[in-house]
């Protein structure tokens, strides 16, 4: 998957544009500056919209071409995020670490995809929130961004059961109208959950 990514990353374009994901956006909106944790962050669109509002941003993914157009969209914006090129079954996180972890349209095989959320939850401080927005496994259906391969899509059951250690804010699957670059548009079914951790 790492050859994929830096393969879709290498173009000076900017695949899924250079704005935050709109559901990320209205829930981060909300909420006081701290330390923020992104994974899967690709070209860095959300991690660079925090570290404006003041975030003190780290940043996870396996594809260095991402990392690359990531630091170059942080200059652009007169910010700095630490952005590190790992792994995720490498990924060894810090416990009770950071305020917000957000997790936007990252799909992993079930095995690993069940052993990063439980990191996630143990790397989030006492009363720190996960943002996270996914495809469903409806989402075949409409052909607008995602894998085409539905174990690697999500049920409602799935992040239910991930995150069952997590007081619920937020949780539902919608139907929705994405508009973020040429591979994610038009209709699409997603999972959007808010978590804290109590």
């Not at 990924?91 to 052993?115: C, K, S």
């Not at 959320?117 to 989030?124: E, M, N, R, Y």
């Amino acid at each position: 998957m790492k050859n994929f990514w830096d393969e879709r990353f290498s173009s000076e374009e900017y695949i899924y544009g250079k704005e935050p994901n709109k559901f990320f956006k209205e829930e981060i909106d909300k909420l006081a500056p701290g330390k923020a944790l992104f994974l899967g962050e690709g070209e860095g669109r959300n991690a660079v919209y925090a570290a404006k509002l003041g975030w003190n941003v780290d940043a996870i993914d396996s594809s260095v071409a991402g990392k690359e157009k990531a630091l170059k969209l942080a200059a652009g914006n007169n910010v700095k995020i630490n952005y590190s090129v790992l792994n995720l079954s490498d990924w060894e996180p810090q416990t009770n670490t950071y305020d917000l972890v957000v997790i936007i349209f990252l799909h992993l095989m079930p095995e690993l995809r069940r052993e990063v959320h439980s990191k996630v939850i143990q790397t989030l401080k006492p009363g720190g929130k996960l943002i996270f927005q996914v495809f469903d496994k409806d989402q075949l259906k409409y052909k607008t961004g995602g894998p085409p391969n539905v174990d690697l899509l999500y049920s409602l059951e799935d992040v239910y059961t991930d995150f069952q250690d997590l007081a619920i804010e937020k949780f539902s699957k919608e139907i929705i109208y994405i508009n973020e670059g040429d591979h994610h548009k038009g209709k699409a079914a997603v999972i959007n959950y808010v978590g804290i951790k109590t």
